[in-house]
């Protein structure tokens, strides 16, 4: 009889003594004139890990979003290509803007956008491709920049849960005009919460550091705005915190992907259940291992999470669409990412589950499925 004693987290950090002692020193030390001596650290340290030469740290991904939007004078009437199988915080910031956000379909494995559907999607109100790295999981960047670049679009990634994830050997992050990372907590490098935007266009870098800093560039008179800016400045003490998760950003990222190799191992060949790899050429973090349902099972995949959970297993679906939010006026026919949403899952996959633990996860997967 399967039997579980503890909790398994969905997700969860490594915290070392050395993450805090970062934090610690930041609270005694990062104030008067230290008071952005950690943010500055972490902009430097971010932007050499992802090779590019700028980066501006955020409260958040969104608002690292949000900022890459405006400074890319995306306005009322534009709209922007996006994938309608993401965090809804992807879409929002198009929404902030009085843009529209374009929703297309994915890909049935990476669960990406697929470039394909961004062809068929483009008008000549299109003014930008937001291109996410689902889950972890590259999105199909030579493909997307082709495109964007025989029309002319201006390309974003948002790389939230992508950190050290790779196409053809190069760290997403690199490929667009901005892109976008999360240290929220449920991330592979956390601070709690927080954002990072990065680039290598000095204009677009001082027109987004501009908007970050209530629009104040602070050369001719001190607290003077250009214009209406916002506070999208990430605090000292959350980059420190940050800044010491990044000191092993690549430790953090090996775990992750040895939780998926044993999950993999344990539950590829089911008829019942759909293993999603990387592609070819893509490496992926992993951050959130994911698996969908096949047309065999039996069981749905909301039931399957309900009977997991009474088994002590935080198991997640992935998001739900977007498309179809009160939000977002117009509808779209998007098969593959309505399959997903309804069976696809997130396997649990915090940094401090043991082999045992995953190894129980996937015994009570195969028993849910075959009983």
């Known amino acids: 009889m399967i039997t579980n004693t503890k909790h398994i987290s969905y997700a969860g950090p490594s915290i070392t003594e050395e993450d805090a002692e970062f934090v610690k020193q930041a609270v005694l030390n990062g104030f008067y004139e230290n008071y952005k001596i950690y943010v500055q650290q972490l902009e430097r340290t971010f932007a050499e890990y992802i090779g590019v030469k700028y980066a501006i740290a955020t409260p958040n991904c969104t608002s690292a979003l949000h900022l890459s939007l405006a400074a890319l004078d995306i306005k ?13 915080a992807t ?3 198009i929404h902030y803007l009085g843009a529209t956000a374009v929703f297309v379909d994915v890909d049935k494995n990476s669960m990406c956008i697929d470039p394909l559907k961004i062809l068929e999607a483009i008008t000549p109100k299109t003014k930008a491709i937001m291109a996410v790295h689902y889950l972890g999981h590259p999105a199909a960047m030579d493909e997307i920049l082709t495109i964007a670049n025989d029309y002319n679009l201006p390309v974003v990634e948002d790389a939230a849960a992508a950190v050290g994830a790779r196409v053809k050997g190069e760290k997403v992050g ?3 005009e901005f892109s976008a990372f999360s240290f929220q907590g449920a991330k592979v490098a956390v601070s709690g ?18 908007l970050a800093n209530l629009g104040r560039n602070d050369r001719e008179c001190v607290y003077w705005s250009d214009e209406a800016g916002f506070k999208y400045t990430m605090p000292n003490l959350t980059a420190a915190l940050a800044l010491s998760q990044m000191r092993r950003v690549d430790e953090l990222v090996d775990k992750k992907r040895k939780i998926f190799r044993q999950y993999s191992e344990r539950l590829n060949g089911l008829e019942q259940l759909n293993v999603h790899h990387e592609e070819e ?12 349902l096949t047309s065999e099972s039996k069981i749905t995949r909301d039931d399957l999470l309900k009977q997991l959970l009474a088994e002590g297993i935080d198991s997640r679906p992935v998001q739900p669409r977007m498309s179809p939010m009160p939000m977002f006026q117009q509808r779209y026919e998007n098969p593959i990412a309505e399959y997903l949403d309804k069976n696809a899952f997130i396997l649990p996959s915090a940094a401090r589950l043991s082999s ?3 190894d129980f996860v996937c015994n009570c997967i195969i028993k849910f499925l075959k009983s």
């Open 281 to 292: 050429g893509c490496m992926s973090n992993y951050c959130y291992p994911a698996v969908s």
């Open 193 to 210: 919460e927080g954002g990072i935007l990065v680039t290598d266009d000095q204009r677009l870098y001082e027109r987004a550091h501009l």
């Open 356 to 358: 045992d633990d995953i």
């Open 76 to 88: 009322p009437g534009d709209e922007v290509i996006v994938t309608d199988l993401s965090c809804v």
């Open 91 to 93: 879409a929002f910031p």
């Open 174 to 176: 690199k490929f667009g």
